[in-house]
């Protein structure tokens, strides 16, 4: 047997040796998540719903390591909707919530999580996350471990429970008479951070996830400053050449950027968010201020708080809502819905610091003990 050949064989035994031990663990890694799950599951029954995105890659884990921690937990089965391209989760949550679910999960992305939020308000509800998607952005707000699913399930069922603020939006464009109403719960926006969502290339977020914006936000920050006018409060309009302008619940974005440090998501009031960089150097002023926390004022940036907020602009303009576009408007009208979702967020038994003004789960479940 000549030496290549040997060296051949040696290195396809190597090969399989090493796929056979990345099973053995990958297999036993799923277990423990599963025993992970159930050990710190609250005592008493819940009933249990999920509003599920089929397309997401982690949809089928979901799906299961849901319906086991249900069944070794003694509860019944989860009642499981999937969302649709023309019903992207609110019916289906008006459904749970109908059919008398004490949580009701959001399994998928962003959007699905706004859609079951929206459903959820001013209810007695809990609101479970399942991040699937890219940004999500509510689950990395509340601490929850965006890449681990069987944390994320441990927290839908036995999280700390808080209520916190959802901003509704009106949007219309004056130019095709189009108008329509929504939420959002996290941060939206109109100019230029719609812009970049709009630019991002599907292919690279399949790829990369949440850094393919990066590489549409380089291409368009040269662009120019819009003339925009805002009213907070009902104060008189000021009209203000600006790239952007966010209003904003919460302030953490991916990678743990912190963009907004003061923000609190249940004190009844947005943060706004004024940028009107005009060059390159102005946009790395703005980066400098966020990353090091910076705390004078610079002119390229102005942060402002309010209860309402009330922007226009003379032509179309992008928008978007926790990172999904929300289409071109003319004027946009926002107002905070102080505490008006209930949250499960992750409690201290799960090695994460206790958010302000949660409440253990024991102690709050309209149906602890009510199974013997």
């Keep these: 047997m000549s030496a290549p050949l040997i060296v051949l064989l040696v290195l396809l035994a190597a090969a399989l040796a090493a796929l056979a031990a990345w099973q053995v663990a990958r297999r036993r890694r799923r277990e423990a998540a599963k025993r992970a799950v159930v050990q710190t599951l609250a005592p008493g029954d819940q009933r249990i719903a999920l509003v599920l995105n089929p397309v997401k890659a982690q ?13 070794l937990a003694g509860w019944d089965p989860p009642l499981i909707l999937e969302t649709t391209r023309q019903s992207p989760g609110y019916e289906q949550a ?3 919530v109908e059919l008398g679910a004490d949580v009701v999960l959001a399994g998928g992305g962003d959007g699905t999580v706004r859609e079951v939020a929206r459903a959820l308000a001013n209810s007695p509800a809990a609101l479970g996350l399942l991040p699937l998607g ?4 509510l ?15 441990r927290t839908a069922l036995h999280g700390d429970q808080r209520r916190i603020d959802m901003g509704n939006i009106d949007l ?47 291409r368009l920050l040269p662009g120019r400053r819009t003339k925009m006018s805002i009213s907070l409060d009902g104060e008189p309009h000021q009209v203000r050449k600006v790239r952007s302008i966010l209003f904003a619940n919460l302030g953490r974005l991916p990678a743990g950027i912190d963009f907004i440090p ?31 926390r910076y705390p004078r ?16 602009v003379a032509h179309p303009t992008e928008t978007q809502l926790d990172g999904d576009l929300t289409g071109a408007a003319t004027s946009v009208r926002v107002e905070v819905d102080p505490q008006a979702l209930l949250v499960r967020a992750p409690s201290p038994d799960q090695q994460h610091p206790r958010l302000p003004g949660s409440y253990p789960l024991a102690r709050s479940s309209a149906r602890a003990g009510r199974r013997n």
């Design 134 to 137: 890219t940004g999500n952005l």
């Design 139 to 153: 689950a990395r707000n509340l601490g929850i471990p965006v890449a681990d699913l069987a944390a994320s399930v």
């Design 262 to 292: 003061e923000a609190k998501m249940d004190d009844g009031l947005l943060d706004v968010v004024i940028m009107s960089p005009r060059s390159l150097a102005g946009w790395l002023w703005v980066a400098g201020k966020v990353v090091t």
């Design 172 to 218: 219309l464009d004056a130019v095709t008479g189009e108008r329509h109403s929504s939420t959002f719960l996290v941060m939206g926006g109109i100019g230029l951070d719609a812009e970049v969502i709009a630019a991002t290339r599907d292919d690279l977020k399949k790829r990369v996830g949440w850094l393919a914006y990066s590489e549409a936000g380089v």
């Design 59 to 71: 949809a089928p884990a979901a799906r299961t390591l849901l319906a086991e921690a249900c069944e």
């Design 297 to 312: 004022d610079i002119p390229v940036i102005d942060y402002r708080r309010a209860r309402t907020v009330e922007i226009r």
């Design 94 to 96: 008006r459904r749970a």
